[in-house]
T-cell receptor, first 111, second 116 residues
């Protein structure tokens, strides 16, 4: 039930681009993206509420393919500050409410 | 606007003891969720409180319990502590569920619990 993220880890040079994918075995109604730096709390990046929706935040954007039950996070012209672990997250409205984070992607940007 | 705060920042307990962790939600948010994050793992949903009632629960035993107060602050109580309870405990506040706002969550800095 936990969304699976790929890749598990990625190393970039400053200025390079990266794509992080989040796939779910169940239908996604919304997807959230977070970045967590070592020893800190997750920080909300963006939310996608509708299938096909794309959102952007500076040089970070995301897309949501509801039919494919997948979301992707795009990091362009990466900066050192982008280093951290990225999580997708989604809430499941079943018999009871649950929120589930994806498996995580560790990203390191080198100078 | 006041952010999410948690106390204490660090705590050391021994097996079998009980612990209470506290969280104050962000201004304007009346929903609080609690998460456990073991080292190297992602956050695991413990439960959510909305209007002072438990709104949802993850796969945690009953010795994990909580409260939400009229001012929307919340407590996480863990009884009969086990070594595996050592983790970072995060709370997050959000808008009420089901309002089409996507439950965007804002996290507090966390409480690091060590069980010896």
């Amino acid at each position: 039930q936990q969304p699976v993220q790929s890749p598990q880890a990625v190393i970039l040079r400053e200025g390079e681009d990266a794509v992080i994918n989040c796939s779910s075995s169940k239908a996604l109604y919304s997807v959230h993206w977070y970045r967590q730096k070592h020893g800190e709390a997750p920080v909300f990046l963006m939310i996608l509420l509708k299938g096909g929706e794309q959102k952007g935040h500076e040089k970070i954007s995301a897309s949501f393919n509801e039919k494919k039950q997948q979301s992707s996070l795009y990091l362009t012209a990466s900066q050192l500050s982008y280093s951290g672990t990225y999580f997708c997250g989604t809430d499941y409205q079943g018999e009871t409410y649950k929120y589930i984070f994806g498996t995580g992607t560790r990203l390191k940007v080198l100078a | 606007e006041t952010g999410v705060t948690q106390s204490p920042t660090h705590l050391i307990k021994t097996r079998g003891q009980q612990v209470t962790l506290r969280c104050s939600s962000q201004s304007g948010h009346n929903t609080v969720s609690w998460y456990q994050q073991a080292l190297g793992q992602g956050p695991q949903f413990i439960f959510q409180y909305y209007r002072e009632e438990e709104n949802g629960r993850g796969n945690f035993p009953p010795r994990f319990s909580g409260l939400q107060f009229p001012n929307y602050s919340s407590e996480l109580n863990v009884n009969a502590l086990e070594l595996d309870d050592s983790a970072l405990y995060l709370c997050a506040s959000s808008n009420p569920p089901g309002q089409g706002l996507g439950d965007t969550q804002y996290f507090g800095p966390g409480t690091r619990l060590t069980v010896l």
